[in-house]
């Protein structure tokens, strides 16, 4: 009779479950296009509070909105209280002492309203400066201003001083001289102009506002490129951005970048450190030196980034976007090394590691990372460079944007899967990452949706390497066979697709599952998470191989009877509309094509693009060294084998892939007869990251190009 009882029981809580699943609503476009995103989490300096950068669309504005959030841990007012409003406010920082926040942001300042009585005053974006809050309370204000933008900015350790860079200022009457002359032309690259560091004491910012605040300053004063009251101490033929001063303040270390940001020598990209003492002791603008010189650290082919300083005070922590450190240019996944600044020596930590790390902070004892193997991104710790990264993360999913503080043991960061939007997280410890709790709610609507279930799937290449995607189930069909398939490419190409939630209008996997397509995210030869090997298989085919890779997977999901062979499509962005052009000149399987910003020959692309290191590493060198290989892996030349029905997207002032690839290939398609429509977006580059409508409409139509010529009926 018990035995009884308990199995009526379960089967009453199995039923209950079911029900309360199919009972929940599916998310609606609208709803998708609401969720929030995270630009960044910082831990303050006790450990007992967190600053967030939220980004969401604002419809009204036609912006995505940026904007400060803090939570406090023992707040009586509540944990969670929004700190600025003008929806332009991102890269929190705190001061080391915990009494200040400061942030960029282009929000159009009170001097700037208060001066301008043109068209200009219609708008509410200006140049990115520096500001700063009481986390305890009070209104941000600024600290910089003037027409230059603030490329970066550090704090000191004291609190006292805050380091800039900005474009070296002209004078009002040479920038009128300049304008005289030359009038709207552009002298590409002959007007060029590189950084000036500058020192800013912050009493005397504090004081300055006190005493005139921004719309009580001069005339002159709002017209100067110059902040009141700073030195300029240094300066830099390139572009100064990640400045990052030593735990000890004796030295601010940077990264160099091209003034144009495009990728055309290797010397562009490095790590400087500059000296500060000289700095720190000058008590006037006038006691200081000139000059400091900066001193140049690393010497390789490699894009580095996201810089930290090491507790030793001698080595800075760095990973690579793009390139190698140790030889001639090659694209590796990014693996975290770091640099001894007296020496220059650079070392790699955890060499033994497949994938790449992600995220990284450091503490005290140990450096503590989010790293990728396949599809999942878990948390890592490391106390040497020798040592193997231990996985101290209990979940599956993805971390992201680790935060920790020097006096305190606890760690925030990003946390998603994809039945699990994601929010930001607390743990009190790296020991007790198991028990970490949500501290923001921003996504809570979809855990009230019935969101799509998926899994990995891995299949055979024909040269016998194993390759793995994921596969996401329409609801309630979770594990279901002949399904409709999108198959759906990811960009990069050093990019992979996983368990992670995101909903934008780039991934918007979980939509179109929605909307009853299993959608198919192939991690093909060139994407992360499965080796430097593996990543480098797409050199010098760029699209072939990783193209074989994709249709075998798509033959083995047929083959399996999970995909229905007569209700395929594809589509992708960036890479991934690279191989989506590719795949429809390659296969006539497709019922239908959704490609954006990707590119159907290599030679103008080559010219165009702002990452050429990798454009001539992936085809075996430039147009002129390589002319077959340009000519082999380009779309154009094979799409007369187009007959799929295709959707294209692009963004006006793309530089990355440029439009007129997007022209190129819709000329192409139009002149075979094939059915096709082409979106341009006003104002945008590569990310649709201006106007939230335009990466709306862009879903809207490609999920209505689906179903219309896919075959699967609408909300199926």
Not at 61 to 81: C, E, H, M, T
Not at 400 to 406: D, E, F, K, N, W
Not at 610 to 638: K, S
């Given at each position: 009779?018990?035995?009884?009882?308990?199995?009526?029981?379960?089967?009453?809580?199995?039923?209950?479950?079911?029900?309360?699943?199919?009972?929940?609503?599916?998310?609606?476009?609208?709803?998708?296009?609401?969720?929030?995103?995270?630009?960044?989490?910082?831990?303050?300096?006790?450990?007992?509070?967190?600053?967030?950068?939220?980004?969401?669309?604002?419809?009204?504005?036609?912006i995505f909105s940026k904007n400060l959030w803090l939570y406090r841990n023992d707040a009586a007012s509540g944990p969670l209280?929004?700190?600025?409003?003008?929806?332009?406010?991102?890269?929190?920082?705190?001061?080391?002492?915990?009494?200040?926040?400061?942030?960029?942001?282009?929000?159009?300042?009170?001097?700037?309203?208060?001066?301008?009585?043109?068209?200009?005053?219609?708008?509410?974006?200006?140049?990115?400066?520096?500001?700063?809050?009481?986390?305890?309370?009070?209104?941000?204000?600024?600290?910089?201003?003037?027409?230059?933008?603030?490329?970066?900015?550090?704090?000191?350790?004291?609190?006292?001083?805050?380091?800039?860079?900005?474009?070296?200022?002209?004078?009002?009457?040479?920038?009128?001289?300049?304008?005289?002359?030359?009038?709207?032309?552009?002298?590409?690259?002959?007007?060029?102009?590189?950084?000036?560091?500058?020192?800013?004491?912050?009493?005397?910012?504090?004081?300055?506002?006190?005493?005139?605040?921004?719309?009580?300053?001069?005339?002159?004063?709002?017209?100067?490129?110059?902040?009141?009251?700073?030195?300029?101490?240094?300066?830099?033929?390139?572009?100064?951005?990640?400045?990052?001063?030593?735990?000890?303040?004796?030295?601010?270390?940077?990264?160099?970048?091209?003034?144009?940001?495009?990728?055309?020598?290797?010397?562009?990209?490095?790590?400087?450190?500059?000296?500060?003492?000289?700095?720190?002791?000058?008590?006037?603008?006038?006691?200081?030196?000139?000059?400091?010189?900066?001193?140049?650290?690393?010497?390789?082919?490699?894009?580095?980034?996201?810089?930290?300083?090491?507790?030793?005070?001698?080595?800075?922590?760095?990973?690579?976007?793009?390139?190698?450190?140790?030889?001639?240019?090659?694209?590796?996944?990014?693996?975290?090394?770091?640099?001894?600044?007296?020496?220059?020596?650079?070392?790699?930590?955890?060499?033994?590691?497949?994938?790449?790390?992600?995220?990284?902070?450091?503490?005290?004892?140990?450096?503590?990372?989010?790293?990728?193997?396949?599809?999942?991104?878990?948390?890592?710790?490391?106390?040497?460079?020798?040592?193997?990264?231990?996985?101290?993360?209990?979940?599956?999913?993805?971390?992201?944007?680790?935060?920790?503080?020097?006096?305190?043991?606890?760690?925030?960061?990003?946390?998603?899967?994809?039945?699990?939007p994601e929010e930001v997280y607390l743990a009190d410890s790296t020991a007790d990452m198991s028990r970490a709790r949500p501290?923001?709610?921003?996504?809570?609507?979809?855990?009230?949706?019935?969101?799509?279930?998926?899994?990995?799937?891995?299949?055979?290449?024909?040269?016998?390497?194993?390759?793995?995607?994921?596969?996401?189930?329409?609801?309630?069909?979770?594990?279901?066979?002949?399904?409709?398939?999108?198959?759906?490419?990811?960009?990069?190409?050093?990019?992979?697709?996983?368990?992670?939630?995101?909903?934008?209008?780039?991934?918007?996997?979980?939509?179109?599952?929605?909307?009853?397509?299993?959608?198919?995210?192939?991690?093909?030869?060139?994407?992360?998470?499965?080796?430097?090997?593996?990543?480098?298989?797409?050199?010098?085919?760029?699209?072939?191989?990783?193209?074989?890779?994709?249709?075998?997977?798509?033959?083995?999901?047929?083959?399996?009877?999970?995909?229905?062979?007569?209700?395929?499509?594809?589509?992708?962005?960036?890479?991934?509309?690279?191989?989506?052009?590719?795949?429809?000149?390659?296969?006539?399987?497709?019922?239908?094509?959704?490609?954006?910003?990707?590119?159907?020959?290599?030679?103008?692309?080559?010219?165009?693009?702002?990452?050429?290191?990798?454009?001539?590493?992936?085809?075996?060198?430039?147009?002129?060294?390589?002319?077959?290989?340009?000519?082999?892996?380009?779309?154009?030349?094979?799409?007369?084998?187009?007959?799929?029905?295709?959707?294209?997207?692009?963004?006006?002032?793309?530089?990355?892939?440029?439009?007129?690839?997007?022209?190129?290939?819709?000329?192409?398609?139009y002149s075979l007869g094939i059915p096709n429509a082409l979106l341009i977006f006003p104002g945008e580059g590569h990310s649709?990251?201006?106007?939230?409508?335009?990466?709306?409409?862009?879903?809207?139509?490609?999920?209505?190009?689906?179903?219309?010529?896919?075959?699967?009926?609408?909300?199926?």
């Amino acid at each position: 009779m018990r035995f009884a009882n308990v199995v009526l029981l379960v089967f009453s809580l199995s039923v209950g479950t079911f029900t309360f699943a199919q009972n929940k609503p599916k998310i609606t476009l609208d709803e998708f296009f609401n969720a929030v995103s995270f630009s960044s989490v910082k831990l303050s300096p006790d450990g007992n509070s967190v600053v967030i950068g939220t980004e969401r669309a604002d419809w009204e504005r036609q912006i995505f909105s940026k904007n400060l959030w803090l939570y406090r841990n023992d707040a009586a007012s509540g944990p969670l209280v929004q700190l600025t409003q003008s929806g332009h406010d991102t890269d929190p920082k705190w001061s080391p002492d915990g009494r200040w926040i400061a942030f960029l942001s282009d929000r159009k300042s009170d001097a700037e309203d208060a001066d301008d009585n043109d068209e200009s005053d219609k708008k509410d974006e200006g140049v990115d400066q520096i500001y700063l809050i009481d986390p305890r309370g009070g209104e941000a204000f600024a600290v910089t201003s003037g027409g230059e933008e603030v490329h970066d900015f550090a704090w000191s350790p004291d609190s006292k001083t805050l380091y800039f860079a900005t474009r070296d200022t002209w004078s009002k009457e040479r920038k009128d001289e300049y304008r005289k002359q030359w009038k709207d032309v552009v002298q590409y690259r002959n007007e060029e102009r590189g950084d000036t560091v500058f020192a800013l004491n912050l009493s005397d910012a504090v004081a300055t506002h006190a005493a005139a605040p921004a719309k009580a300053r001069t005339k002159a004063e709002k017209q100067s490129d110059v902040t009141q009251g700073t030195r300029a101490f240094a300066k830099s033929p390139w572009r100064v951005e990640q400045l990052l001063t030593s735990p000890d303040g004796s030295k601010l270390a940077f990264m160099a970048n091209p003034i144009n940001k495009r990728e055309e020598k290797f010397d562009d990209y490095e790590i400087y450190v500059l000296d500060l003492h000289n700095v720190a002791r000058a008590p006037s603008p006038a006691d200081s030196k000139s000059e400091v010189e900066s001193r140049r650290l690393t010497h390789n082919q490699a894009v580095e980034h996201d810089l930290h300083w090491a507790n030793d005070n001698r080595h800075i922590f760095f990973t690579i976007d793009v390139g190698d450190v140790s030889g001639p240019y090659r694209d590796l996944q990014p693996h975290l090394y770091w640099v001894d600044s007296e020496s220059g020596a650079v070392e790699q930590w955890a060499k033994d590691f497949v994938g790449p790390v992600e995220h990284y902070d450091v503490t005290p004892d140990n450096v503590l990372g989010s790293a990728r193997l396949g599809t999942e991104v878990q948390m890592y710790l490391a106390s040497k460079p020798d040592e193997s990264l231990h996985q101290i993360s209990a979940w599956k999913g993805t971390y992201a944007s680790v935060s920790t503080s020097p006096h305190s043991p606890h760690v925030v960061f990003l946390y998603s899967s994809l039945d699990k939007p994601e929010e930001v997280y607390l743990a009190d410890s790296t020991a007790d990452m198991s028990r970490a709790r949500p501290i923001t709610s921003f996504n809570k609507l979809f855990t009230e949706r019935d969101l799509p279930q998926g899994k990995p799937y891995r299949w055979k290449a024909d040269d016998g390497t194993m390759v793995e995607g994921m596969l996401i189930y329409p609801p309630g069909k979770f594990e279901a066979k002949n399904l409709p398939m999108f198959t759906f490419i990811h960009g990069g190409p050093a990019d992979a697709d996983g368990n992670h939630f995101e909903a934008d209008w780039y991934q918007w996997g979980i939509l179109a599952a929605t909307n009853g397509w299993l959608v198919f995210e192939p991690n093909y030869r060139g994407s992360s998470g499965y080796g430097d090997k593996f990543l480098a298989q797409i050199v010098p085919v760029i699209v072939s191989r990783p193209g074989k890779d994709i249709l075998e997977g798509v033959d083995a999901l047929v083959k399996d009877g999970i995909a229905d062979p007569n209700q395929l499509t594809i589509g992708g962005y960036s890479y991934g509309g690279y191989m989506t052009n590719w795949l429809i000149t390659q296969s006539t399987r497709w019922k239908a094509a959704v490609t954006g910003a990707g590119a159907v020959e290599h030679v103008g692309n080559w010219g165009n693009d702002d990452t050429t290191f990798d454009d001539a590493y992936f085809l075996g060198g430039r147009p002129w060294e390589a002319p077959q290989r340009y000519h082999d892996e380009a779309a154009i030349f094979q799409i007369n084998k187009v007959r799929t029905p295709t959707h294209m997207v692009g963004g006006a002032d793309d530089i990355r892939v440029a439009v007129l690839e997007d022209y190129l290939l819709e000329h192409a398609l139009y002149s075979l007869g094939i059915p096709n429509a082409l979106l341009i977006f006003p104002g945008e580059g590569h990310s649709l990251s201006k106007n939230p409508w335009h990466g709306k409409i862009k879903v809207r139509e490609e999920l209505k190009w689906l179903q219309k010529y896919g075959g699967v009926p609408a909300g199926q």
